[in-house]
Structures are given as structure tokens and as C-alpha cells.
């Protein structure tokens, strides 16, 4: 494993091998360079995300490689370094938040300075307490204070310390994006000020636009893609990754022929007769692919559309509708079953109707090609 932490990037290099029961094992095989600022790493459960924190922090052994913050090793394998984690200036929020009860919040955050003298604590803390919007709670216990407060205070408790590094598994899930979105935002602003490397583990969609910086994509312990968020996650090119991206449409199909002058190919979905346009991709006629399709990317029509330019429009019927707070989930049978999603407001325009003929309007783009 290696990881090679500057001013200006973390670059990593990582190669852990967990071994399980009889033959069974997990390979973490990682090279990376990520800037200062929020990189997110995304993907299915089982990709390795927490994993990588675990060896970047020292809390996880690892077989081989090296890591390095700013040219100071603090693990090599070849020469049988490997730096304690509580002496790496790397801080680590986990999705449990870990604050000690029997504390109240002010000494919970000033846990992480125990050799500091007394007044310079005490304005570190402070300090730390008004940047995350909690100062005001310092006498209070952690029972004694919302979820959202809590994960301010873990925030704090772990950037009191000045950390080199900053690492976050799932640190917000459970809350409301209101509040996600607050929390972000002040996070955004302390590292304005101390630019460090921020790695921030997050199974959300919904997070990820927020912190919209750079994402980096797992699979089976090996990075698939990395880039923006538009880059990675609306043109995803695997079928576990296009899952975790929310694709709810994942489609097997035929590519059918490749009309190179459009930019398309034509492909038969599954084993049905309805064939659609995609994008054209690295493929032959005859070869079987997974197209992945956005649930709200989809258009719903209650007569048949004219003079679009959209080259897809597929009849079928409702199956199901389902209402799911703000959002209609319909399921439309077009001898292969898509999930379209609505507004209630449509739904209600509409009248939709299990067993209605509906048409389903599908833009070339909004298909993507995925592996596996």
C-alpha cells in the first residue's frame, strides 16, 4: 500500500488482502491521487471503501505498499515501518460518531488535545465549537443534543486536532438533507482555510451533488472510475456502480446494428420485441449488453407523442403505481418492465391507472452502456 499525502494532494497506492474462511478472500488493489478539498469514495456495499480508510488510518493491517503525508512515511513494507495510527495526524469520523456519553460536549471535543496547555485548548475548542455551530451546547451531554448536533460534534472533535488527513464513513446518514446540506457547507468552510485532503465515504446520490467535487468509484476493491460527479455518476459504466448511482432501469439487450453516422446503435431489449437507440458504443451486432436508464429521466404520455426528437417511444401499459412521499413510482409493462417515476401533480393530471395504455419516452443519451 502507498499513499503519498502533500499540500496540494493525497496520492495513494494501496494492496491489502483480507483473508477469510477456506480459499475465500477480499483483494483491496487502490491507486490514487486526489487533491486537496472533498473526494468522495462511491460504490456497492463490498467495494472497499471503508476498508481503504482503515488502511490509510492504521487501523487495518496491511500487506504491502507504502504511505507517506507530506514525504513523512509512516508505513512501508518493504522496510518494515508502520507508524502507530494515533501518531499519523490523520482524523477518522465514523458513522457511529463514537462521542463519549459520560462527557459533555465541550470536553468530548477537547478529548483529542490532552497535551496541549490549558489555554491554548481552551481557544482551540472554542474555536472549534463556533465553526460547527455548537458552542452553545458545550455543557450538555451527547444525549442531551439532536443527531445533527452530534455529528457537528464529532466533526469537531476530530478537526480540533489539526489532522493532516480527514477521513469520514458516512459521518451524516440519517438525516435530512436540510441539515446534510448545513453540515457540508460548514465543513466546506474549515477547509477553505487548512486545504487538507478529505476522503468522505457516502452510499448517497443526494450527498455526493452536495459536496460535488470529485468522485472516486470501487468495485471489488479496485478503483472503475474517477472524475466529477457528472463524469462518474450519470454516465456510470458498470452495472453494480450504475446500481449504487440510483439507475433504476437495468436492462438486458442485443445490440442489433451500428449506425456509425448517427452516433447509435439499435439494440432489442431482453428476449422482447421492443428495440431502442443508444448511444454507440464499443460492441457488434449480436452482442448481448446492459443498457441503464434513470427512473426520472424517463417521459410518461397518456396519447401517442408526435414530432419529438427523442428516438424512443415504447407503448405499454401501468402495471403499478406506488406513492412514495413526493415522488409516484410507476412500473410500465412494454413486454419489458420499466420503472418511471412521476410527480404526484402528474399522477393526479394524468389520471394514471393500474391497467392504462401509456406511451414511455426515452432520449438516446439518458442510456448508458454498463459492464458486467
Not at 339 to 349: I, Y
Request: hydrophobic share 45%.
Amino acid at each position: 500500500m502507498a499513499i503519498e499525502v502533500s499540500s496540494a494532494r493525497l496520492a495513494a497506492r494501496v494492496r491489502k488482502i483480507r483473508r477469510g474462511e477456506g480459499s475465500a478472500f477480499f483483494l483491496l488493489d487502490v491507486q490514487m491521487e486526489v487533491p486537496s478539498g472533498i473526494s468522495i469514495l462511491f460504490g456497492p456495499s463490498g467495494a472497499g471503501k471503508s476498508t481503504l480508510l482503515d488502511c490509510i488510518a492504521g487501523l487495518a493491517q496491511t500487506d504491502e505498499g507504502r504511505i507517506a503525508i507530506n514525504g513523512d512515511v509512516i508505513f512501508d513494507s518493504e522496510k518494515g515501518l508502520s507508524v502507530p495510527p494515533q501518531s499519523r495526524q490523520i482524523a477518522y469520523v465514523f458513522q457511529s460518531l463514537a462521542l463519549f456519553p459520560h462527557m459533555t460536549v465541550e470536553a468530548n471535543v477537547a478529548y483529542g488535545l490532552p497535551h496541549a496547555r490549558e489555554q491554548t485548548r481552551d481557544g482551540r475548542v472554542s474555536e472549534i465549537l463556533k465553526m460547527f455551530r455548537v458552542e452553545q451546547f458545550r455543557h450538555r451531554k451527547p444525549r442531551e443534543i439532536s443527531g445533527g448536533e452530534k455529528q457537528r460534534v464529532a466533526l469537531a472533535r476530530s478537526l480540533v486536532t489539526q489532522p493532516r488527513v480527514l477521513l469520514l464513513d458516512e459521518p451524516l446518514t440519517g438525516l435530512d438533507a436540510e441539515l446534510k446540506g448545513s453540515i457540508i457547507d460548514d465543513l466546506r468552510a474549515w477547509n477553505a482555510a487548512h486545504k487538507i485532503p478529505i476522503l468522505y465515504v457516502t452510499h448517497s446520490r443526494e450527498e455526493v451533488d452536495a459536496l460535488g467535487e470529485r468522485v472516486i468509484a470501487l468495485e471489488h476493491g479496485k478503483i472503475v472510475s474517477e472524475g466529477t460527479p457528472r463524469e462518474v455518476l450519470d454516465a456510470p459504466r458498470r452495472r453494480r456502480l450504475a446500481q449504487a448511482a440510483g439507475f433504476e432501469n437495468l436492462l438486458r439487450a442485443t445490440v442489433l446494428d451500428l449506425r456509425e453516422p448517427d452516433g447509435v446503435m439499435r439494440v432489442r431489449l431482453a428476449d422482447a420485441v421492443c428495440e431502442i437507440e443508444v448511444p454507440l458504443g464499443h460492441a457488434a451486432p449480436g452482442d448481448r449488453v446492459r443498457v441503464a436508464i434513470r427512473a426520472g429521466d424517463i417521459l410518461l404520455a397518456t396519447e401517442p407523442p408526435r414530432a419529438l426528437s427523442a428516438r424512443n417511444v415504447l407503448e405499454g401499459k401501468i402495471s403499478s403505481l406506488e406513492r412514495r412521499g413526493t415522488l409516484v413510482v410507476a412500473r410500465v409493462d412494454c413486454d419489458v418492465v420499466f420503472t418511471v417515476h412521476v410527480t404526484p401533480g402528474a399522477e393526479r393530471a394524468l389520471e394514471l391507472a393500474v391497467g392504462k395504455k401509456v406511451w414511455l419516452v426515452l432520449k438516446t443519451h439518458s442510456c448508458h452502456f454498463v459492464e458486467g
